[in-house]
Each structure stands twice: as structure tokens, then as C-alpha cells.
């Protein structure tokens, strides 16, 4: 008999114990997460009471997505800049303020409220442009990273980066690629702009993305000769709006109100064209005032090619007759028809002229477009 009661508390004293280690859902406890500290790892996040379908958005999904506009210009780095040496740098001819891509990237931070970052060197460069390009040579030659005056404060917070340079020896500066190296673009999509002479872009895009191997890198690059860059404001900007950056209420159109309408003059001769609401429309729309060369092509259109290419999507295909204004995509050219032509897979319309129809068999040169007030 006492050997069986002996059993009961003992089995009665082994319940209580396993109680003890249970929660009241049921579920075993986690073990405590290790302390933070130098070698310690990340503490584990206590589970959220909330119920799934009423979680908060995280972070990512409820902030503003952030735009950098990083930028490298000689004009900023030269030596005149430099305290003591201004004086006599500045009778240098070679260098004028502000700089080509200092006007691109403030122009591009115009189009899309992004935060401006000029990448400055510590030792600046000549004022003189052989003299600049001849340290810049040997520092590609020896493959030096200049050293920086700064770094992006809380690189985190941008989603974008639009990325803008010179071509200095057929490449990228090594300053910029100084950036790229202390700046992780890891994940963040960046959009490449370029100032150049002959040498077009050369191998710059693939230096910047052997820098910033883990960087989403667009293939739509804005670039300009450097004789070109001070009048690339509407080029520029264009280019930005059509990659969908830009601050500026989007062109609809307006139940019950009349399209937009454009002027082409060349002389004394005036043709008025009434767009219709399509996103190509508003892609020349945003191009304008242009002044810009037109062309013949064939015996029944003019043409002439705008800075950047007009944006297709749901855009209406062109289909009427003499007096369309059309874009071909294949192309890339705005096409003013003044006979008729054949429906095209790749020609969309843009609107129609509504005055001085007549004239445009008779339209050559320079041509001035711009929006009716």
C-alpha cells in the first residue's frame, strides 16, 4: 500500500513539473536571446501580438522613396577653388563655372526634388585643361582613387540615384569610381548621365558597373557633347520625365476642354497642331519650346528627331490622312504628314494640324516648336 501512494505522488509531482514548463497557449517557450555586444549576434524580435492581416506596413512601404542626385564636375575641383590659388587660377581660360554636369545634375534635381551631392576631391585638380587631363591619365594609368572631402550622409534612405560625370580618357574619373567604391549602391537603381567630347560614353558604364557591381544600372543613359550640355535643360529634363521622375502633374486629358496646342514657325510661316492626350504627346509636350532642324522624307511627310524618345505606351496608332501628326517609334522621329500614307504597327499619333495644312510641304530649315499659351 505504500508503495502505491509512493507511485501516485510521484507521478502527481512529475505533472506539476511539466505544467510549470508550458505557456498558457501551449506552446514551449524560446530560449533567451544572447545579449548585444561586440561578436554578439542580432537579438531576436519579440513576436508581434498583432494578427497578421492587421500588421502595420513596414518601413519601405509607407516612406517616400528618396532620389540622390551624385555628381562629379572638373569646375568644382579645380585648383582656383582652393583658398590661396584663386587668384592667379582664375585667369585661367579653361575652366568656367558652373560646370557641364553641374548644370545637368541641377537641372535633374530640378525635374525631381532629389538631394543634390557634388563629389569633391581633397587635392584638386589643374585649372588648366592639359594640365587637369594629364594628372588624370596617370591616375588612371596607376589606379588611383583620389581621396574625397565627404561621403552621402545616410545612404540608406534613397531608392535611386542618378549618376552624373565627364568622360575623362575614354572613361569615368577616378573620383567617381572613388564614390562608387566608399557609397554601396547595393540594390539601388541608378541612372548614368555623361558630359563628352568625340569619345561618346566609351568605357565608362562598364568601369561604374565593375565599381557598383550590385547596383541596378539603366541602359537608358542621358549623354551630350560638352559644347551641347548648357542648352540641354529641356533634353535633360525630358529624360527624367520620361524615365517617370519628375515632380510635374502628368499631361491628361480634360473632360469637357480642348487639347493642347503646339506652334511650328520657320519664318514668317505658322502651322498649329492640336495634341491629343496620349503619353507620346506629353512626351513631346514636356520637350518644348524646340528649336531644331526639319527634314523631307519621301513625297509626303517632314521629320525631324526630338532630344529623347517619346513614351508609347497606350498611345493610339495613327490612322487618318494628310495633316496627322504622327511619331515612328522604329525611328525615333515626329513625322508631320501631308498626304497620305500607310497604317503601321510602329507609327502613333500624336494630333493633328489644325491650321496651316498647306504649308507643310513647304517647311524646311530650322524650325521653332513650342506650346500655345
Known sequence: MKKLVSLLLAAAWMLCLAACGQTGGGESSAPPAPETGEGASEPQEAASETPPEEQPPTTAETADSKTLVAYFTWA???????????????????????????????????????????????????????ACLERANEERGAGIRPELQETVEDLDQYDTVFLGYP???????????????????SGKDVYLFCSHGTGGLAGS?????????????????????????????????????NLGFSRAE????????SMAQIAITWGENQVLCE???SPAAHSLLIQLPLTIEVEDYSTNEKIFYPFTPLDTA???????????????EPWGDVVFFYGDYNENPGLFELGQVVSGEDLIPRMSGTITIEPVE
Open 314 to 328: 497606350d498611345s493610339p496608332l495613327a490612322q487618318g490622312g494628310a495633316g496627322t501628326l504622327a511619331y515612328y
Open 167 to 185: 568622360n575623362w580618357w575614354y572613361g569615368a574619373p577616378m573620383a567617381l569610381l572613388s564614390f562608387l567604391e566608399q557609397n554601396d549602391l
Open 205 to 241: 558604364v562598364e568601369q561604374i558597373a565593375e565599381a557598383a557591381p550590385e547596383a541596378v544600372i539603366s541602359d537608358n543613359i542621358f549623354d551630350c557633347y560638352e559644347e551641347e550640355a548648357p542648352s540641354s535643360q529641356q533634353a535633360i529634363q525630358a529624360w527624367v520625365e
Open 250 to 257: 502628368p499631361f491628361q486629358e480634360s473632360e469637357g476642354t
Open 275 to 277: 495634341l491629343n492626350g
Open 76 to 130: 568644382e575641383n579645380a585648383a582656383y577653388l582652393a583658398g590661396d590659388e584663386a587668384v592667379d587660377a582664375l585667369a585661367s581660360p579653361s575652366v568656367v563655372v558652373p560646370g557641364n554636369v553641374q548644370q545637368l545634375a541641377g537641372w535633374v534635381q530640378e525635374e525631381t526634388g532629389g538631394d543634390l551631392f557634388s563629389i569633391r576631391v581633397t587635392d584638386p585638380y589643374p585649372s588648366d585643361w592639359d
